[in-house]
């Protein structure tokens, strides 16, 4: 049986996106941090009102100082309105165990995709390609969707009773542990290896196009010579080996394209 895994991001259409707005959805930190500014501010406003009190009963009310005491009354309840709702959000927090919280869709959080932030969530699918139905539906707050195949294929295998199955799904799933696990559990995973770099965009060859031979430790480029280590270092914490044949690299006719 085949499966398809799909995602589907509900924040990037525009009618969910009018809704689910920054100014509806609130972190820890946010909240936290609004807080204890508003504490800050009645205090102040506090004091504020004090001195005016004091002030207008040591000159009198006839300097117009009278006028701040309603001024600053109004600010304070306005302020401390304000503060009771986001504690009471905080506490809703506290309560839940969760770090956001959103007015208008429980299940929407604060998510950053490329240069963008918006207020949404990442469904994850799994439709059954022969019938067309969907043996698996997910909502993640995680905006990759690395690490997600096996576990989505894995709940459709179970919904559809099976005790293999293939999945199909998009470079965008493409982790070596995810696939590793899809295979373990007996999932015939079909995820094309993405693209990563700028060097294949400007026309070099990917490393892909060179193959590994384990028996003999050497690579075949694409133009069919063998290539054997000849440099070792370090890159970070990895061991770098270099890889070339010195005397056929220098009259390759494919060396502008090489790697």
């Not at 009471?88 to 429980?106: C, F, M, N, V, Y």
């Not at 299940?107 to 439709?127: C, E, F, H, L, P």
């Not at 096996?150 to 995810?178: C, H, N, P, Q």
Request: charged share 30%; glycine share 6%.
């Amino acid at each position: 049986m085949t499966c398809s895994v799909a995602n589907c991001w509900p924040w990037t259409v525009p009618a969910s996106s009018a809704v689910n707005n920054n100014d509806r959805s609130f972190t820890r930190a946010a909240l936290t941090r609004f807080v204890q500014q508003a504490d800050e501010k009645l205090a102040g406003y506090l004091k504020d009102l004090d001195t005016g009190d004091t002030d207008e009963d040591r000159v009198g009310a006839s300097n117009g100082s009278s006028h701040k005491g309603p001024r600053l009354a109004e600010k304070i309840t306005a302020v401390r309105g304000k503060r009771e709702r986001h504690k009471a959000l905080l506490e809703e927090l506290d309560r839940t165990g969760e770090d956001q919280i959103s007015l208008t869709d429980p299940d929407s959080r604060v998510m950053a995709r490329m240069t963008k932030v918006g207020v949404g969530y990442n469904v994850q699918v799994a439709v059954d390609t022969k019938h067309k139905l969907i043996a698996e539906q997910e909502v993640h707050n995680q905006v990759l969707d690395l690490g997600l195949l096996a576990s989505t294929a894995k709940a459709a295998m179970e919904a559809l009773r099976v005790e293999t199955i293939e999945a199909v799904a998009d470079r965008g799933y493409f982790k070596i542990e995810d696939i590793e696990a899809c295979e373990v559990a007996g999932i015939t995973p079909y995820v094309p290896k993405p693209v990563r770099g700028s060097s294949v965009r400007e026309g070099f060859f990917a490393k892909e196009q060179f193959r590994f031979d384990p028996a003999t430790d050497t690579f075949i480029c694409p133009g069919d010579q063998t290539l054997r280590p000849c440099r070792r270092g370090r890159s970070r914490n990895n061991v770098k080996i270099d890889y070339s044949n010195r005397k056929a690299c220098l009259a390759c006719l494919l060396r502008p394209r090489c790697t």
